[in-house]
């Protein structure tokens, strides 16, 4: 079996830089995953806050503090308390299927605005919430914007930049959701400490502030060229185009996305066009990558990062530290997969992280096996013990975080041809936010009753999607988001799903090459 999950062979290159303007509008578009990085992070903090949960989920509260004979892994399950979270992600279902066709037809700029604006609603509503049902209906608001700003920055970053920098300016997407996870921490650590009990109130309508910057960021953005050519705007983007790639010829560019333009127009119906045949793998891809993603765990880490340290032993203001501590492992171990994704590829990243996570998730199951058994009561926990739990725990949110975590939005959203494009990140964020719902809504059940074998559940799903990455996901590095076709043709198991007839001239969509080797 020849070069396993590898394809081959040199690609059009493009006239072109990487300018200081598309630098700075893909930073701006980026932190669109503030948003949803302040969401996961502040979730699992005002969830362990006494006065949060004596106000709208006392059961939790007593079987927390006033029952000590619970069982440890059972403290915290409770279906009001996990609807709280995972509504959010239901929602964000919902609304990226709406998104996707607001993206193909208005542009990328409005989706995010859309984004940023329901997102602002949801977060004032929570932060003077004074019913659960008040909670709710914030989340959905906060799941409908997460939803359509999750649909359209990936794609706007993927069109933006030039195809040697692609992986780095898309992964700044996933930057901002780390930001957003730490900023989240840090705040719930010190909000935690207001006299009155009332600080889960900042936490949450703090929720504003990103908002804000996105919503904002949308109306001073330009529009992509492809999105521009999509609707008709050739001229104006001819313009842009120059203006991002720093160059006056961009004709040949030019030319492929007007091709890939034609050709997508003739598609009346992108959503039965995704299960046509040739696009079998782009589709698999879009399903089997963000399904995965959610396995491993992350969210389990990341959610609930405060009631799983409080739950090992750590005291309600140690686990909120031990939080920020995994925040800025995050942060630092995407900001080595921007450095390094376009420089050693996609496919080393994958693999690695993956086994670095499966390794950590035994140890990890190991550790709080032997410590709290099946029982669930530890009695002490040993500060040492302690210690080491937390360090394979970050070890782990390090693997994710140069791994599954940026590579889980840039590869699907650099994979798909634009006359399905909008379509298939829509199935993309879609079965993201299924997964995840369906993740946060059981996982304190699953932690009840499956204990600390939760963490070897997640380490298998983690080897299987190790060796799925291994066999069948080829590398895209430096190959333009319109030539995305040829990594498949020369696949060795997806060739045999994209013929000649549906991708000619040796592999790509568009016309045939010329090699421009400046840059």
């Not at 939803?147 to 930049?161: C, D, H, K, R, T």
């Not at 698999?284 to 396995?295: H, R, Y």
């Not at 005291?315 to 920020?324: K, N, T, Y």
């Amino acid at each position: 079996m020849p070069a396993v999950g590898i394809a081959r062979g040199g690609g059009k290159e493009y006239a072109g830089k990487l300018t200081s303007y598309v630098l700075v509008t893909c930073i701006i578009a980026a932190m669109g995953g503030l948003i949803f990085g302040y969401d996961i992070g502040i979730s699992g903090g005002v969830t362990s806050m006494d006065s949060f949960l004596k106000k709208f989920f006392p059961s939790v509260y007593r079987k927390k503090e006033l029952d000590k004979s619970t069982n440890q892994y059972c403290q915290y399950d409770s279906q009001t308390l996990t609807m709280f979270t995972s509504s959010l992600y239901l929602a964000a279902l919902m609304a990226s299927v709406v998104a996707a066709t607001v993206t193909r037809k208005f542009g990328r700029k409005l989706s995010m605005f859309f984004g940023g604006v329901l997102f602002c609603a949801g977060a004032i509503i929570n932060g003077a919430a004074h019913a659960v049902w008040m909670l709710i209906l914030g989340r959905i608001l906060l799941g409908f914007g997460i939803g359509f700003s999750n649909q359209s920055v990936p794609l706007y970053l993927s069109e933006m930049a030039p195809s040697k920098s692609r992986g780095a300016l898309n992964i700044c997407f996933q930057l901002s959701i780390t930001v957003g996870i730490l900023v989240a921490n840090l705040l719930n650590y010190f909000f935690a400490k207001i006299e009155g009990g009332w600080g889960w109130r900042l936490s949450l309508g703090g929720a504003v502030v990103p908002a804000l910057i996105i919503t904002v960021g949308s109306l001073i953005l330009p529009d992509t060229p492809n999105s521009m050519i999509e609707r008709g705007q050739h001229e104006e983007a001819k313009t842009q185009l120059r203006r991002i790639r720093g160059v006056d010829d961009v004709s040949e560019e030019f030319n492929d996305l007007v091709i890939a333009s034609d050709e997508s127009k003739k598609i009346e119906d992108p959503w039965k066009n995704l299960l046509q045949r040739k696009y079998r793998p782009q589709l698999c891809m879009a399903i089997l990558i963000p399904f995965f993603q959610q396995l491993t765990g992350i969210n389990v880490i990341m959610f609930y990062a405060p009631v799983l340290f409080n739950t090992i032993g750590f005291g309600s203001d140690a686990s909120l530290i031990s939080a920020v501590i995994t925040g800025l492992v995050n942060v630092a171990a995407t900001i080595v997969s921007m450095y390094g994704v376009d420089k050693w590829g996609r496919r080393k990243f994958f693999l690695e992280g993956g086994t670095q996570m499966l390794i950590c998730q035994i140890v990890v199951a190991a550790c709080i096996g032997a410590k709290f058994g099946l029982d669930g009561n530890a009695g002490n926990l040993p500060k040492w013990y302690a210690i080491v739990v937390v360090v394979f725990i970050c070890t782990y949110v390090a693997g994710f975080a140069w791994s599954w975590g940026p590579l889980g939005w840039l590869v699907p959203s650099e994979i798909f041809p634009l006359e399905i494009r909008s379509a298939a990140q829509s199935v993309n964020v879609s079965v993201n936010m299924i997964f995840t719902f369906i993740v946060a809504q059981v996982f304190l059940t699953m932690l009840c009753h499956m204990k600390f074998g939760l963490f070897i559940f997640f380490a298998f799903f983690v080897c299987v999607m190790s060796v799925f990455v291994y066999f069948f996901l080829p590398e895209t590095k430096g190959i333009p988001i319109e030539e995305m076709s040829r990594v498949w043709k020369q696949h060795w198991y997806w060739k045999r799903f994209v013929t000649d007839e549906d991708y000619p001239n040796d592999g790509y969509e568009m016309s045939k090459p010329t090699i421009v080797n400046n840059v």
